[in-house]
């Protein structure tokens, strides 16, 4: 993945807008946590979202 790929990545995610501006001097081990965050965010949302699911119709 390229740097602007990563920060396509995070722009696209509609997450962490705050450090928006500041992507272009992130390192790429910075934007590697970055994503690395994002993606644990939609990982527990989608845990959260299966659980409410599934015990909706238990």
């Not at 790429?28 to 979202?49: C, K, P, T």
Request: aromatic share 8%.
């Amino acid at each position: 993945m390229t740097k602007k790929d990563k920060i396509a990545f995070i722009k696209s995610s509609k997450r962490k807008s705050h450090v928006y501006n500041d992507l272009l001097r992130y390192s790429d081990q910075q934007l590697n946590e970055l994503i690395r965050e994002i993606v644990q965010g939609l990982v527990r949302e989608s845990e959260i979202i299966a659980n409410a699911y599934i015990n909706g119709y238990r």
